[in-house]
Each structure stands twice: as structure tokens, then as C-alpha cells.
């Protein structure tokens, strides 16, 4: 039997919120997914908990139920160029700007999952909390994770028909054994991110 989660609906009440996360910081291959979700008051599913946690089914049938029942939800993928020009954690923050930028209605405040953000736009350091663990505290948070998540599996599920030797439709470009020793084989693609190097990648000096 599965153990009912029960996360926090709210920080403020009284005011509209979105709850913000990405997924995608560690692969080699990729876009970073980022995505924002308001979630109406009340909502709650006993399942919903950090996207990580959840086993596949279970994100995929969150996924339907939150894209249905949320007020406004938004996703933005971060491709690998603009990763290395900028860095992967800036490419995280700017596409949950984006994401945001994208909600109608707009949020009134925004939960973000970690220690990293940024003013932007009409939102000040006061119209933003990020949150430690965020993704296994509120609900909207937690949303936000699982639709990042499955949204970019999906994203790479596609590029692995394009390049199956890679595998990533099982490793979704995280730098498994399998995906390392492809690019020692195949080299890399477009859809690598230049500025990741695995140690198992670097040339040796001797």
C-alpha cells in the first residue's frame, strides 16, 4: 500500500502562487526542462511528491492530472548552447523566469525549489521564496517537478530515435556507464552540452 504525502498548499495565503522547478542540471546531452505551476486552493493528490521520488506511472498519471486541474502551468526547455554560454544554473533560473512569464493569471509570488534565484521583471527578492527541498514540501512546487521531469523524458525520448546509440531513452543523457562509452565510440552531437566534461571524458596527460 502507498504512504499518503502531504505537502503544503500554501506559503501565503491570500495570494496567488506559483510553484517553480527544473529538471536536466547534471546530463551531458539535453535541454534543461524548467516549469511553473499555480495550483488551485485545495488541491491536493496522495501521490504527489518530488517527481525523484515518484516511479515512472506515477509522474506520468500526476502529469495528466495536474495539466488538467491547474490553474495555469507552463514548461520551457533550456537547449545546450545557450547551457554553455551562460552555465547550467543560470540556464535553470532563466527558464523558470520563462515559464513564469508564460502563466495566465500571472502569480502573485513565487516558491521556487532550492537556494538559487533572481529578481526579474515585476518580481522582487520580496515576490519570491526559494525553498530547500521544495519539491517535497509544497504541492505546487512538487507539481512543477514532476511536469519538468516528464516533459523532458519525453523531450529525450524523441532524440534517442535519432541517435539510439546513446540510450537515451533509458539514461535521458545523464552520464551513465552506457552514455559514456557511447561518446567514446560516436563522439558527441549537437545535443551535448560542451562545458560538461565526466572525468571518465577528460584526455589524460600522460
Request: aromatic share 10%; hydrophobic share 40%.
Amino acid at each position: 500500500m502507498s504512504r499518503e504525502i502531504h505537502l503544503l498548499c500554501r506559503m501565503n495565503d491570500g495570494l496567488l502562487e506559483a510553484g517553480c522547478d527544473e529538471a536536466g542540471r547534471g546530463p551531458l546531452a539535453g535541454p534543461v526542462f524548467a516549469a511553473a505551476v499555480i495550483l488551485p486552493d485545495g488541491f491536493s493528490h496522495p501521490r504527489l511528491n518530488d517527481s525523484k521520488q515518484m516511479s515512472e506511472k506515477a509522474r506520468n498519471e500526476l502529469r495528466a492530472v495536474i495539466e488538467a486541474e491547474a490553474l495555469a502551468w507552463a514548461v520551457e526547455a533550456v537547449g545546450p548552447e545557450e547551457i554553455d554560454a551562460v552555465n547550467i544554473l543560470n540556464a535553470s533560473i532563466l527558464g523558470m523566469q520563462r515559464a513564469v512569464l508564460r502563466l495566465d493569471p500571472a502569480p502573485e509570488f513565487l516558491l521556487i525549489d532550492g537556494n538559487h534565484f533572481r529578481p526579474f521583471g515585476r518580481y522582487k527578492s520580496s515576490d519570491y521564496r526559494t525553498v530547500v527541498h521544495g519539491d517535497a514540501t509544497y504541492a505546487a512546487i512538487a507539481a512543477a517537478s514532476v511536469l519538468a521531469k516528464t516533459h523532458r523524458d519525453e523531450y529525450m525520448r524523441r532524440l534517442a530515435a535519432e541517435y539510439p546509440q546513446y540510450g537515451w531513452d533509458r539514461n535521458m543523457g545523464y552520464p551513465t556507464r552506457e552514455h559514456i562509452e557511447a561518446v567514446r565510440c560516436y563522439g558527441y552531437t549537437p545535443y551535448h552540452r560542451k562545458s560538461f566534461h565526466p572525468k571518465e571524458l577528460e584526455p589524460t596527460l600522460f
